[in-house]
């Protein structure tokens, strides 16, 4: 992932965000079972692969049988040893390795497609447990800030320089700021480890943070990354490696009504009558069924041809759709951190200014209260939008390969 510098971020010291991504994808049980399923695909065109090679052959057959008249009855055995093919098996061979071919494929992809989906996993999972120590971070100042308030309002009211009604403003101030802090910690709690669930690391290790430099915004064009993204995405690859597949199936379906043959051809040695004999040995088998079912089968894999057909036209149109959003809200998200950035810088002017009225006697602890209030609000809406741009930023260079 290419990271260039813009402004600094904090990222977890023992796990970077590649790492983190790297260790999802190899921990996914999703992932696992699509990588499960290639092998399977792998093992069913070797078998298919197969279905045409001539097949080795030995018979061994025993009769009594009428001798001489001065003989009696005598023994007949043969041994035959041979090779042979099925005909049918030989024709169907083309269709049905193609159809596992396009099987295998599609798997690959899917797998690919699989893997994508856990790496948008892992990247939103990076950032919410960062924005959770970052919040967390914010309302264990908030309280600060509130004790020191707290303090404050009650000397004033020793002094005669304010009323009561200061004290109890203060003590509602703090009550907020402590059960905001318990909910942060709560939500760092459940981030973080959810986090580590899925990267497969200790807990622990997510506590040391480092600076970063955070994702440069990427200039692509709405239009631009969805042509790339469906030329590139492996959901798409796998529907037409899948269609592929099924159109062979149809045209193994349309020549099932084909009589099945055989044919073996070897050499036999044995007795007849008594007479020792021994020779090629040839043999032919066919058969024509009354109701082959050609045509059912036929249109149920037509059936299935244009099912897979409908979800690939659903599946451009779906990630058509997602990347063009994606696109969209990584540069609204980004407009909207620097403006949230901007708004906190200027509640903090405001809530500077009221602190130096209130000691003036010119704003009340209301007025303190609020301004507070306001700041710490928008501490959070500003950290909250720069996670969420850099998150879009990572998970655009996802989703558009």
Excluded: W
């Excluded at 023994?75 to 024709?91: K, N, P, R, W």
Aim: hydrophobic share 45%; proline share 3%; net charge negative.
């Amino acid at each position: 992932m290419t990271l260039l510098l813009c402004a600094a971020m904090a990222v977890f010291t023992q796990l970077s965000l590649p790492d983190a991504i790297s260790r999802a994808v190899s921990n996914s049980a999703a992932v696992q079972s699509a990588v499960a399923t290639v092998r399977e695909r792998e093992a069913q065109l070797s078998l298919a692969r197969g279905t045409a090679v001539p097949h080795l052959s030995g018979d061994y057959s025993l009769a009594p049988q009428a001798g001489p008249l001065d003989a009696g009855t005598v023994e007949q055995h043969f041994i035959t040893v041979g090779a042979g093919i099925s005909l049918s098996d030989l024709f169907a061979s083309a269709s049905a390795v193609h159809a596992a071919a396009g099987d295998l494929l599609a798997a690959q992809r899917s797998a690919s497609a699989t893997e994508l989906a856990a790496k948008e996993s892992a990247v939103k999972l990076y950032f919410a447990a960062l924005q959770a120590i970052a919040i967390e971070g914010i309302r264990q100042d908030a309280l600060q800030g509130a004790l020191r308030d707290r303090a404050a309002a009650d000397i004033r009211n020793r002094n005669g320089e304010s009323p009561q009604l200061d004290v109890l403003r203060a003590d509602v101030t703090l009550s907020q700021a402590r059960a905001d802090l318990a909910r942060a910690q709560a939500d760092r709690a459940d981030a973080v480890e959810a986090l580590a669930s899925a990267t497969a690391v200790d807990f622990h290790t997510l506590a040391a943070l480092s600076e970063a430099p955070f994702p440069q915004p990427q200039s692509l064009q709405e239009q631009q990354a969805v042509t790339r993204a469906l030329a590139m995405r492996p959901e798409l690859s796998s529907l037409v490696a899948s269609l592929q597949a099924r159109n062979a199936d149809l045209a193994g379906a349309r020549r099932s009504g084909v009589p099945a043959a055989s044919i073996e051809g070897g050499y036999q040695t044995g007795m007849d009558t008594g007479i020792p004999v021994h020779g090629p040995a040839v043999a032919a088998h066919l058969e024509v069924p009354l109701s082959s079912g050609s045509h059912a089968r036929a249109a149920a894999a037509q059936a299935q041809v244009d099912a897979t057909y409908a979800q690939l036209i659903e599946e451009r149109r779906t990630i058509a759709l997602e990347v063009a959003s994606a696109v969209r809200d990584a540069r609204a998200l980004d407009a909207a951190s620097q403006a949230a950035q901007q708004a906190k810088q200027e509640a903090s002017k405001a809530l500077a200014a009221i602190e130096i009225g209130y000691r003036e006697g010119a704003s009340s602890s209301l007025d303190v209260a609020v301004a507070r209030r306001t700041y710490e609000d928008a501490r959070v809406q500003a950290l909250v939008a720069t996670y969420d741009s850099a998150r879009s930023q990572a998970t655009l260079e996802i989703v558009v390969p």
